[in-house]
């Protein structure tokens, strides 16, 4: 019974009946939205300090940088792989199925100027002027890489010292990992919360005339979940990942229901560490990072929302603007915020890259909250994936 009642089995049953509930009692729905945003807020509230604490103490843990290198090296190496799979099985699926082509969609638009991307304002994006500030404004990255110099610094001084400051961080980041247990009794109430105010407000319409392009981008969501990253789950990492699928299913199910990985992060930490027996410094430094930068499903919703408005405004694509799309959604996905309905926003950037109108995006937005909770589930699955494969290779 207790097994039965179990968080996960809770979380599920609350998002299964928060489906019914928003279609049927929608002013109830949007009057508890509060409590789905109360949640959310707990989990932003520890989100900022966890990145800092765990990427700074994962920098310590690995106690030399030579070590540093190779992690890092192998993580990024393993997000660009990844994340190339899902534009390409996207891309693919996309041009297979071809949805939008010679449906009678009404749109109008002009083609968009197009912006370059500038490598100079990307490299000025990383760095932090002023850190403290960084924090303030939770701009992920920038903190993500003051926590890593300021690590490796650590890592030159004198060893007591060095013991000190590895203490303090460590013992707020655990206390920080404990909290996050706490939020997390919340969720089937968040849960139940945020996705019955959704399906209450967005209702379930736009989806008929929208499907083809929806089941496209689900079909593809499920295949990389589902067969591209646990075939590199087997091959690299050795482990089961439809076993590890179920004991991390309660941060899956959360992005799923939050449509944030940067809300998710504080549960996927505990649950990788806790769960997955992904050591401390591993799920640290890759977990945070992948919030971040590594969004294979958003990449993968990205090219085949491209090329679906491409269909629908009768442009035809080359196989070089295919690859202009395939690297311009790369960036995207690293580009994109971990919140909700970031991806949409860096659409824009695919888009101009190839000449498609922006205001196509006004056609799929009516679909797009329910995508982007699935993408962002594949988001932290991808995330989750690589702190157990990467877990391997750190002795
Ligand atoms: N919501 C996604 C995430 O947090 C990003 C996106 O909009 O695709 O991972």
Redesign the pocket.
């Known amino acids: 019974m207790k097994k039965l009642l179990s968080l996960e089995n809770l979380t599920l049953l609350a998002l299964i009946l928060a489906v019914p509930f928003g279609l049927k009692f929608p002013e109830i729905a949007q009057s508890i939205k509060v409590l789905g945003d109360l949640f959310i807020r707990l989990l932003k509230m520890i989100i900022v300090p966890l990145i800092f604490a765990s990427v700074f103490t994962a920098i310590l843990n690995l106690e030399h940088i030579s070590k540093f290198k190779d992690l890092g090296i192998k993580t990024i190496l393993y997000y660009l792989s990844t994340t190339g799979m899902a534009v390409l099985t996207g891309l693919i699926l996309v041009n297979l199925i071809q949805p939008g082509k010679g449906g009678n969609f009404n749109v109008t638009g002009e083609k968009p100027e197009v912006e370059p991307f500038s490598l100079e304002k990307f490299l000025l994006s990383l760095i932090p002027e002023n850190p403290v500030e960084s924090l303030a404004k939770g701009e992920v990255l920038q903190i993500i890489i003051f926590a890593i110099f300021l690590g490796l610094a650590v890592l030159t001084i004198d060893r007591f010292k060095q013991e000190i400051i590895k203490n303090f961080f460590e013992g707020i980041g655990d206390a920080l990992i404990n909290l996050t247990k706490w939020v997390v009794l919340l969720t089937p109430i968040g849960v139940f919360a945020l996705v019955s105010y959704i399906i209450a407000t967005v209702g379930i319409e736009a989806f008929l005339s929208l499907w083809e392009y929806a089941f496209t981008v689900v079909l593809g969501l499920l295949i990389h979940a589902f067969v591209n990253l646990p075939l590199i789950a087997f091959i690299f990492g050795r482990y089961n990942p439809y076993k590890y699928f179920l004991s991390v299913r309660e941060a899956l199910l959360l992005?799923f229901s939050t449509?944030?990985?940067?809300?998710?992060l504080p549960v996927s930490m505990e649950l990788a560490r806790e769960r997955g027996k992904v050591k401390k410094e591993v799920a640290g430094f890759v977990l945070p990072l992948g919030?971040t930068v590594n969004?294979d499903?958003?990449a993968l919703?990205?090219s085949v929302a491209a090329v679906f408005l491409a269909n629908v405004y009768g442009i035809d694509l080359s196989l070089s603007q295919m690859a202009v799309i395939f690297l311009t959604v790369t960036l995207a996905?690293i580009g994109?915020?971990?919140?909700?309905?970031?991806?949409?926003?860096?659409l824009t950037l695919v888009l101009s890259s190839v000449g498609i109108p922006l205001e196509g995006i006004g056609l799929i937005i009516a679909v797009d909250r329910f995508l982007?909770m699935l993408?962002?589930a594949v988001?932290?699955w991808g995330d989750l994936n690589g702190a157990k494969i990467l877990n391997r290779f750190v002795k």
Do not use: H
């Not at 994109?336 to 860096?346: C, H, K, S, T």
């Open positions: 992005a449509a944030s990985s940067a809300a998710t919030a969004m499903g958003t919703y990205e996905s994109a915020a971990a919140i909700p309905g970031a991806g949409l926003i860096l982007d993408r962002t988001n932290v």
